[in-house]
């Protein structure tokens, strides 16, 4: 076991490497930028291969080549970058094809800015590109955590045959931290029978691709797929869970939010007050049922963000009008402080708070 001091985009690309990754496709955008700076001058030391291609378009088409090769491929973006990449994704989706899709999130809409933001939840959860689809979405709230789904995201992505997101905001990708490093990581041997890597005419070749001309066999298609994310959502959510026993309200966070919110709920229960936590740490398949079976002295639940309130559509679709919803959010960059939610928690408690509405 090591222990290392490391930014958070360059944890991602040498979780990358340790999980095995064999090519990388990337262009340059902040806040992410330290992420394809890593990977274009390691990943050759370690067998693999970086290409900066000539668009953020581009780079996800070689994504596409290089996973229907059956190789371990990874792209990163921030925002916009990602928002060039959604028809490749849907096209990846389609032709079921493993692969890490790294998003590194920046203010929006538009260009925006490049400070931190959770303004991208939508476009992750929701598919973001054109057709029915889902993918998994971590959401790691330190460095550490960003390492080891990176890591869990290979070896998801290989066995259901997916491409799996990586949703982190700009603040986790640019703050350092400590990790430890186990000194190997194993990898499932899932044997890719469907990859096109060659016959040596002992076999018909494989044909990679997403269109179905014929109606009943697209609906065929897409029927398999959603059979595919019902046992994703069986077998692969993953949340964390603080203080739901006693608590009076419930917080819901994800990200660098849920650690505001964690130094808040410490002191606001040193003040005597009876708050807990529910983080997702997959927004898809989100952990609903966290929601749904809140002790009955829970009376409020108040969503904590870094948008407008995205996340929150999730959390009253899990609630389905059982508790009070409260929403507190920052945007554009600015970041929710501790005294913010600690405030918000006691407006809530004197019954001066608005509750959310859509």
């Not at 394809?36 to 780079?59: D, H, T």
């Not at 041997?189 to 009943?216: D, H, M, Q, Y």
């Not at 029927?223 to 917080?251: H, P, Q, W």
Request: proline share 5%.
């Amino acid at each position: 076991m090591e222990k290392i001091l490391i930014k958070g985009n360059e944890a991602i690309g040498l979780a990358a490497i340790k999980a095995g990754c064999k090519a990388f496709f990337g262009y340059p955008i902040t806040p992410q930028n330290e992420l394809p700076e890593y990977m274009s001058r390691e990943l050759s030391k370690n067998g693999g291969v970086f290409i900066q291609a000539e668009s953020e378009i581009a780079a996800i088409n070689m994504v596409y080549g290089a996973a229907g090769c059956g190789a371990r491929v990874m792209t990163s973006s921030s925002s916009p970058g990602i928002a060039l990449k959604q028809e490749g994704i849907s096209y990846i989706v389609g032709a079921e094809l493993p692969c890490v899709i790294v998003n590194v999130m920046r203010g929006g809409p538009g260009l925006g800015g490049i400070q931190p933001s959770q303004a991208d939840y939508f476009q992750g959860t929701r598919g973001g590109g054109h057709g029915d689809y889902y993918m998994p979405v971590y959401t790691p709230a330190t460095v550490q955590e960003t390492f080891d789904l990176v890591i869990k995201g290979f070896q998801v992505a290989d066995r259901y045959r997916t491409p799996v997101l990586i949703l982190v905001d700009g603040i986790i990708g640019q703050i350092m931290e400590a990790i430890e490093i186990k000194d190997s990581y194993p990898q499932e041997e899932i044997k890719k029978e469907w990859a096109t890597k060659g016959t040596n005419r002992e076999r018909k070749p494989n044909i990679i691709n997403s269109l179905f001309l014929n109606p009943e066999k697209l609906e065929e298609h897409n029927d398999r797929l959603f059979e595919k994310y019902e046992i994703i959502k069986r077998e692969e959510e993953l949340s964390e869970t603080l203080y739901l026993e006693d608590s009076e309200i419930v917080l819901v966070a994800y990200g660098t939010t849920s650690r505001i919110v964690k130094q808040a709920i410490e002191d606001l229960r040193d003040e005597g007050i009876k708050v807990g936590l529910v983080r997702p740490i997959t927004a898809w398949p989100f952990p609903y049922s966290k929601i749904q079976n809140l002790n009955t002295n829970v009376n409020s639940i108040l969503v904590v963000e870094m948008s407008k309130g995205q996340m929150i559509q999730d959390v009253l679709l899990g609630n389905k009008n059982q508790k009070n919803i409260f929403f507190l959010g920052r945007t554009g960059g600015m970041v929710p402080s501790i005294e913010e939610v600690k405030g918000k928690v006691k407006e809530i408690l004197r019954g001066e708070a608005n509750e959310y509405s859509l």
